[in-house]
């Protein structure tokens, strides 16, 4: 078993950044494929980015490339997301996930552990 923990949302005005966190317990998070996923109301969840299990191999939704970035410090069990030249639209609740095999994946489904979420709201 795994237990995630999100945290680092909040309400930032356009253009601004903000760095999420997810602390991983139970399962060595080193051997986890770790990604990112947002949910805004009314929408599924949606990949913004994912790490590879030995952190070398990362992927990225189109429109936050550039903007996002994901890094993993494995001697700490964390996962972060830094957010810079945030946008209204990516106001959403933003999870982290982890499944049990090394390699990226971009469908939800394919992920077996989630946080419990964080707001991050940004203002025009």
């Known amino acids: 078993q795994v237990q995630l923990v999100d945290s680092g949302g909040g309400l930032v005005q356009t253009g601004g950044s903000l760095r999420l966190s997810c602390a991983a317990s139970?399962?060595?998070?080193?051997?986890?494929?770790m990604g990112w996923f947002r949910q805004a109301p009314g929408n599924e969840h949606e990949f913004i980015a994912g790490?590879?299990?030995?952190?070398?191999?990362?992927d990225y939704k189109d429109s936050v490339k550039g903007r996002f970035t994901i890094s993993r410090d494995n001697a700490k069990n964390t996962v972060y997301l830094e957010m810079n030249s945030l946008k209204p639209e990516d106001t959403a609740v933003y999870y982290c996930?982890?499944?049990?095999?090394?390699?990226?994946?971009?469908?939800?489904?394919?992920?077996?552990?989630w946080g419990q979420g964080t707001q991050v709201t940004v203002s025009s």
């Open positions: 139970g399962r060595t998070v080193s051997l986890l494929a």
């Open positions: 996930a982890a499944k049990t095999y090394p390699f990226i994946e971009r469908g939800p489904s394919s992920y077996d552990y």
């Open positions: 790490i590879s299990r030995s952190g070398d191999q990362t």
